[in-house]
Structure formats: C-alpha cells, structure tokens
C-alpha cells in the first residue's frame, strides 16, 4: 500500500512540474541557457537570448526540488561545495544536495535559492542563483552568490 501511495505522489508530483524558462531581472529578452545546447555533465550555464529550445526549458516541481532542463535527465547544479562566486552547470539529476532549490519566482520575479547544502550553514551563508556582475549579455556565466534581499542580480522571473 505503501509503494502505491509513493507511486501516486511521484505521479502527481510529476504531472504537477511546469516548464518553464528563467529571465534575469524581469528581461524577457534572455534566458537560462545550457551553454550550447549540450547536456553533459560540466556544461556551464549561461544567459543567452531566448530562442525557444530545451536548452532554456526548466521543470521545476513543487517545495525544495531538483531544476531539470526540459525532459533530459540533466539539472541545474551548483557543485558539491559551492561557495560565493562558484558557476553553474549541468550534471545528471540525483539526490544530490547541489541540485536541491527552492523558487519564489513568479512573473514579476523572485529568487532561487540552494537549500539542499544548507544544513551546515547559518543563514547569512545562504546562496541563491546569481547573475555574474549584473551582467545581461549573451554568454554571461551564471553563478551563486551569498543571498541579499533585493539585490537585482539574484532576481529571476518567468
């Protein structure tokens, strides 16, 4: 009983996932982007103009969650030790802490914060998903950064 109880919530929880894509600070104009359109583990993750591909579509499902890039079995991953500064990239999906986010994000824009390595960690060393100097042009590596309300680069909308 229990195994089809589990089975229903993974069933629902699935069917519940939205696609969607993530824009920096309300742009609407550029995306989270798999650099190249490539899904091996390593890719850098980048900002690039929306163009409509499965490189920029995310699924994120509801509480702390995985990001994964459209229906590949490739997610958004922040390293096993990341620290301010540290760049993003595409790894397999797992129960990997790095994987693990939770998204306030919404049409007028929220943030995305890593919750999955947190345990250890004060809130002040909390790390959301950062856009590297504010920077809103093609090829600009995305990152995490020490979470700070408000800050403009840590804003993301869908």
């Known amino acids: ?23 920096p600070n309300r742009d609407s ?21 929306c163009n ?4 920029q579509e995310l ?3 509801f509480g702390p ?8 079995g490739f997610c ?3 390293t096993a030790n990341p620290v301010d500064g540290t760049p993003m990239r595409v790894w397999e999906c797992g129960s990997l802490p790095e994987q693990q986010w ?16 947190t345990s250890t960690k004060v809130a002040s060393d909390l790390l959301c998903l950062d856009l590297n ?8 590596l995305v990152q995490v950064g020490t979470c700070v309300k408000g800050m403009t680069n840590q804003i993301w909308s869908n």
Request: proline share 2%; with cysteine.
């Open 1 to 23: 009983m229990k195994s089809s109880y589990l089975s229903l919530l993974a069933f629902v929880a699935s069917a519940l996932a939205q696609t969607q894509v993530l824009h």
């Open 29 to 49: 104009k550029m995306c989270l982007d798999a650099r190249d359109r490539r899904f091996v583990n390593g890719t850098a993750v980048q900002l690039w103009p």
């Open 52 to 55: 409509d591909t499965p490189a």
């Open 59 to 61: 699924n994120f499902d």
């Open 65 to 72: 969650t995985a990001i994964r890039f459209g229906k590949t």
């Open 76 to 78: 958004l991953d922040a």
């Open 102 to 117: 939770l998204s306030t994000v919404t049409a007028i824009g929220g943030v995305i914060q890593l919750v999955g390595t």
């Open 133 to 140: 100097r504010s920077d809103h042009a093609s090829g600009t």
